[in-house]
């Protein structure tokens, strides 16, 4: 027989379920939404200075008006350098270069690309930002189509337009001498 | 009847076809013109109408062909401007201490640079000065323009010569130098290099892009069959020629040109060889089986066309070589008479004029109301040695430009010819030392009765360095009048409608009012 002290003892133990069923998936208390404390890690010990990588014309300059090349090897070196301006710089006509200064200045990334290709002091730079050859006379250059240019040594007797002058063409020959363009 | 070609067939005829050589390449291109001048029914031509291109290639440097002549501080000491920017390569002012050129410092190599020549109202007139009131001076070896230009004491109202000054290729107008800095506005491509500013100048399309057809080539395509409408029942003789082979300035969409030589037409045979030298035997050999009428031979329509064109080409050229060689006469006058007493040069630019006065001379035989011709005179390329080298080279062009106008005049086709210059580049101000090298702006001339002339048209620049039309590197000077509006001025003349002008240059309203009542520049009549 159910006695009315049963039946109490069965409604107290429904409510505490129910209120412990509630109680489960309501929000977190303000306490627990607090981010948990972190100890940062203390920062690692600066890492050693990583070299900056080399220009494009650091390397294919590295070793312009050496004594271990020829002044055809630095002419050569030049072209190449040029061939890889316009390569890379699609829209260099918008640069128009008519003398030496203005070649070097794209090389310094006056070039719509703003792109580098040689540091600001460079051998083959003079004070003045010409590109020089290995008598610190500035290169000849010489605009015959855009991207294409005749690039002309003084030669030792650092005049232009003398016999010992010697030039590379578009086309990869060279003109010594005096011939003039 | 259907004819299904196999692959291999289709190979072996077109090899077959393909027997011409390069050697003969510009003689085959001559029968671009094969395309049909249309005997159309338009206005026809009013008159006959030349208009003959002669191309300074290498950039000539034009500061020293016409320049300030100015001292007085009214006018900004223009020509001390212009002495000071040239140092040693400027020319020598009558009034002033000589210009000294010394070529090499540390030695007594000393050479006082010769003066300039006045520009006047006339012969022994009074100085021409400019709207602004400005002086000029001309090379001292122009004295014939100069007399072009100023007319003579007994004509002095026959001027035949005006300058256009400071002109070069633009995209669009560029207001002064801080808009040129501004980096904002779109500017030739390429600019200061030899074969792109060629080409611009030629095609008129400074944009950079491909052009395959020029300003002249063009024009040719809107006026031959218009206006040179007498070539009739399968005559056809071309509207443009050239003298130096062939340049994007003469070829259109349909139209090309005839490229011939001193001594007339590329052919294939004929008078110019021996009758038993290889070349000669071949071409002989060529041509008979390009004229055969047997079809037989010519098994596809590829090879048909290629025989038809070929064998046009060859008549063509001798059509134009037999009245090249015996011109007759015109309006009454000898041709090699007249060419004999004009006092041409026996050099390169003499032999090309004289050739351009036996094909204007002949343009009623070959049937031409309107006719174009194209001269190349290189050498001005001078980053070496200016003074020296460009003193020979205007002597020669003063000499036989005097003679060609004279003799065109004694032929009474002065009316109608006019000749204009052009040139890939001016040149920096700055001296290099004994020459100067590639800029952008400059002066050109213009040639002919129908010019308004012993007027400098333009806007001459400043001549000071850093000054306000220098961009840089030593004086580099930008241009205030565009190539399109000095060649819209002459196309109008030459029979291109308003219209038109815009086919033939594409940028032309970015400078001109297409329709408007004044010319561009105002140097023609």
């Known amino acids: 027989m159910i006695t009315r002290k049963s039946i109490a003892l069965l409604a107290l133990t429904a409510a505490l379920a129910v209120f412990f069923f509630w109680n489960r998936n309501t929000a977190p208390s303000e306490l627990e939404q607090q981010p948990p404390i972190v100890t940062l890690p203390k920062p690692p010990p600066p890492k050693p200075e990583v070299p900056m990588g080399k220009l494009i014309g650091e390397k294919l300059l590295h070793q312009y008006a050496s004594d271990d090349t020829t002044l055809r090897d630095d002419l050569q070196a030049i072209s190449r350098l040029s061939l890889s301006y316009i390569t890379l710089v699609k829209n260099h006509a918008n640069h ?76 990869g020959t060279f003109v010594e001498g005096f011939t003039k363009n | 009847m259907s004819r299904n070609l196999s692959r291999r067939r289709f190979l072996g005829e077109a090899s077959c076809a393909a027997l011409g050589s390069t050697s003969i390449l510009s003689t085959i291109l001559n029968l671009q013109m094969a395309n049909n001048a249309v005997a159309g029914t338009g206005d026809g031509a009013s008159g006959r109408k030349t208009l003959v291109c002669l191309f300074l290639s290498g950039g000539c440097d034009s500061y020293n062909v016409l320049l300030p002549a100015d001292t007085s501080p009214a006018n900004d000491g223009a020509y001390d401007d212009y002495a000071a920017a040239r140092s ?45 009131g400005r002086s000029y001076g001309i090379h001292p070896s122009c004295t014939r323009l100069k007399e072009l230009f100023e ?67 063009r024009a040719a395509d809107i006026l031959h069959s218009r206006l040179n409408t007498e070539q009739t029942n399968g005559f056809y003789m071309p509207m443009n020629f050239s003298i130096n082979g062939n340049t994007v300035f003469q070829t259109g969409a349909t139209e090309g040109q005839f490229v011939l030589t001193s001594n007339g037409a590329l052919s294939f045979s004929g008078p110019h060889g021996t009758a038993n030298d290889a ?26 066309a290629f ?7 060859i008549e063509r050229g001798e059509q134009f070589q037999t009245s090249f060689d015996a011109p007759g006469s015109v309006n009454g006058q000898d041709v090699d008479a007249a060419i004999d007493a ?14 351009a006065v036996r094909t204007i001379a002949i ?23 200016l003074l020296n080298t460009q003193a020979a080279l205007l002597s020669s062009l003063d000499t036989n430009l005097y003679a060609y106008q004279n003799c065109l005049e004694a032929l009474g086709l002065g009316d109608d010819v006019i000749t204009f210059t052009s040139s890939d580049f001016a040149r920096t101000l700055r001296s290099n030392g004994q020459g100067t090298d590639h800029a952008w702006s400059g002066n050109q001339f213009v040639l002919g009765s129908p010019v308004d002339g012993g007027k400098i048209v333009g806007n001459y620049a400043s001549l000071a360095i850093d000054g306000p039309d220098d961009i840089g590197r030593g004086g580099r000077i930008f241009p205030k009048v565009s190539v399109d509006e000095y060649f819209c001025e002459l196309l109008d003349w030459f029979g291109v409608a308003q219209g038109e002008m815009g086919t033939v240059l594409p940028n032309i309203e970015n400078f001109h009012t297409l329709g408007a009542v004044n010319r561009p520049l105002g140097f023609i009549s």
């Open chain 2, 363 to 385: 343009r009623e035989t070959l049937k031409l109301c309107r006719q174009t011709l194209f001269i190349e005179y290189g050498g001005w390329d001078n980053h070496s040695e």
């Open chain 1, 96 to 171: 128009p270069v008519g003398c030496n200064a203005d070649l070097a200045d794209a090389f310094h990334g006056k070039n719509p690309h703003q792109q580098r290709f040689l540091p600001d002091r460079h051998k083959v730079f003079n004070d003045e930002g010409e590109m020089i050859d290995r008598w610190q006379t500035p290169l000849f250059i010489h605009p015959v189509s855009a991207g294409r240019w005749e690039i002309r040594s003084a030669g030792p007797d650092r005049k232009l337009w003398t016999g010992d002058d010697l030039q590379l063409l578009p086309n």
């Open chain 2, 88 to 132: 040693n390569l400027a020319l020598s002012h009558p009034d002033k201490a000589p210009v000294i050129f010394n070529p090499d410092a540390g030695t007594n190599d000393q050479i006082a640079n010769p003066n300039f020549l006045p520009l006047n109202t006339a012969e022994g007139g009074a100085a021409y000065t400019d709207s602004s």
């Open chain 2, 279 to 304: 070349q000669s035997i071949k071409n002989r050999t060529l041509k008979e089986m390009a004229t055969d009428p047997m079809n037989e031979h010519y098994r596809n329509l590829f090879q048909q």
């Open chain 2, 307 to 313: 025989r038809k064109s070929t064998a046009d080409s």
């Open chain 2, 342 to 355: 004009a006092g041409f040069l026996d050099d390169y630019l003499g032999n090309q004029l004289r050739a």
């Open chain 2, 151 to 217: 007319g003579t004491s007994a004509e002095p109202n026959k001027k035949r010569l005006s300058f256009i000054s400071n002109i070069g290729t633009l995209v669009e107008p560029i207001a002064d130098k801080s808009a040129y800095e501004s980096g904002n506005l779109p500017l030739p491509k390429a600019l200061f290099s030899h074969s792109d500013q060629t080409e611009q100048w030629q095609t008129s399309v400074p944009q950079g892009q491909t052009i395959l057809s020029g300003w002249a080539g």
